[in-house]
Each structure stands twice: as structure tokens, then as C-alpha cells.
């Protein structure tokens, strides 16, 4: 069984477009996170949820909504779509919020045309 | 605040040679360093990490790398690669304990292993 799981894995979407991104963890771990890597592989980190709670956010459009409806889940929503939100999305999880051992999904390419 | 740069954006190296990823970092406080590997079409996995204690810290895949606090460096060795070490290698910091202070990641490091 994969660990963290992430749906879609390919997105292809219109500017102007709202999509959701699914992210599950099977890991019993109480963090998540969305990282989104650019085009030069770039990886920063968007958001942190500890048990449900939202711990980091960082300068996010607020057009980006993450919602975590329990612990092993943490959803990316997105609104108005544009250009420069394409890239490749990743959901991690970790035990605790110290704990650098990340585990990562897949990710999900998301291409906006 | 912190960063993380690493030198070379991509490194080719024969199979069985030597190969050294380089990563220095900023920060006017005591940080926590580690490098991950990201494998083609997949998430990130974690090599290794420093936190305290020996400054030569060893990882999987026969990966090691030397905390050199002078220097503000965390370099990653491995002392012969093979074909399936292809990758994307990222440097990463974190300031102290705190899970508020989020994992801040290099611009990455293709590694291409030659036969």
C-alpha cells in the first residue's frame, strides 16, 4: 500500500478553472504538508496541518485552500486558476512537527493552459 | 533568515567514481541540515540528516555527508556511484527545533551517473 497517496497525478486545466488536489496518508502521522516545485525544481513549502490544526502557511495566494478533514487527509484546493500555478504539487507527511524525516507523495503535475 | 544554495545545478559522473554534492547554507542561529533524493517521477526520500553530535553523518545508499560549521557547509559524498544513484539531490535547512519553522530547500542537484 502506498504511504501518501495523491489524486490526480496529472491535471490539465483552463485558466480561470477551480480543481482540487487529494492527498491521503496511511502512515498513522499527525503532519501534513503541500510543497509545490517549480519548473526548475524549486521546492517550497505552501502549507503545514498538525492534527486537523493549520501550523504553517506561508505567502500563498489565498486563492489556495487547504482543508484537512482528519488526520490522514489534506486536500488542495484551488480557485481562478492561472498560468503561473503550474508546476508539480507534493503532499508530505511526518510524525510530529520537528520531525525532518518527510515522507512524499508522487505529486501532481498540474499544468494550466 | 536561512538559505540553502547549492553550487552546481548538475553533476555527471562516471559509474564507480567519486562524486561530492555541494551545499552551503546561512543562518545567524544553529540549524538542523539534511539532503533527500528525489528518483524520477517520484516524491522526495530523506538521505540523511544532521541534528547534533558527530559532524560526519552516514545515510542509506552508502551516502555520507560532513557538517563544517566554520565553513557553513554540509557537503554530500558518496565514494563510488552506480547507474541507479541518478537523481535530484536537495539540500535542506531547518532553523532549530521549532515545527513552526518550516524545512527550506536548495535549488537541487542533478546527478547523472555515465556507464
Known amino acids: 500500500d502506498t504511504a501518501v497517496s495523491q489524486t490526480p497525478k496529472y491535471l490539465v486545466t483552463q485558466m480561470g478553472n477551480d480543481k482540487s488536489i487529494k492527498c491521503e496518508q496511511n502512515?498513522?502521522?499527525?503532519?501534513m504538508y503541500w510543497y509545490k516545485q517549480d519548473s526548475k525544481k524549486f521546492l517550497k513549502i505552501m502549507f503545514s496541518?498538525?492534527?486537523?490544526?493549520?501550523?504553517i502557511n506561508e505567502t500563498v495566494p489565498n486563492r489556495f485552500s487547504p482543508k484537512s478533514p482528519d488526520k490522514a487527509h489534506l486536500n488542495l484546493h484551488i480557485n481562478s486558476l492561472e498560468l503561473g500555478d503550474s508546476a508539480v504539487y507534493f503532499c508530505?507527511?511526518?510524525?510530529?512537527?520537528?520531525?525532518?524525516?518527510?515522507?512524499f507523495g508522487s505529486g501532481t503535475q498540474l499544468s494550466v493552459l | 533568515a536561512q538559505s540553502v544554495t547549492q553550487l552546481d545545478s548538475q553533476v555527471p559522473v562516471f559509474e564507480e567514481a567519486p562524486v561530492e554534492l555541494r551545499c552551503n547554507y546561512s543562518?545567524?542561529?544553529?540549524?538542523?541540515l539534511f539532503w533527500y533524493v528525489q528518483y524520477p517521477n517520484q516524491g522526495l526520500q530523506l538521505l540523511l540528516k544532521?541534528?547534533?553530535?558527530?559532524?560526519l553523518v552516514k545515510g542509506i545508499n552508502g551516502f555520507e555527508a560532513e557538517f563544517n560549521k566554520s565553513q557553513t557547509s554540509f557537503h554530500l559524498r558518496k565514494p563510488s556511484v552506480h547507474i541507479s544513484d541518478t537523481a535530484e539531490y536537495f539540500c535542506?535547512?531547518?532553523?532549530?527545533?521549532?515545527?513552526?519553522?518550516?524545512?527550506?530547500f536548495g535549488k537541487g542537484t542533478r546527478l547523472s551517473v555515465i556507464a
Open positions: 508530505a507527511s511526518s510524525q510530529g512537527q520537528a520531525n525532518e524525516k518527510l515522507f
Open positions: 502512515l498513522g502521522h499527525d503532519t
Open positions: 496541518y498538525n492534527n486537523k490544526e493549520l501550523i
Open positions: 543562518s545567524s542561529v544553529s540549524v538542523y
Open positions: 544532521y541534528l547534533s553530535g558527530s559532524t
Open positions: 535542506a535547512v531547518r532553523r532549530g527545533a521549532s515545527g513552526n519553522t518550516p524545512l527550506v
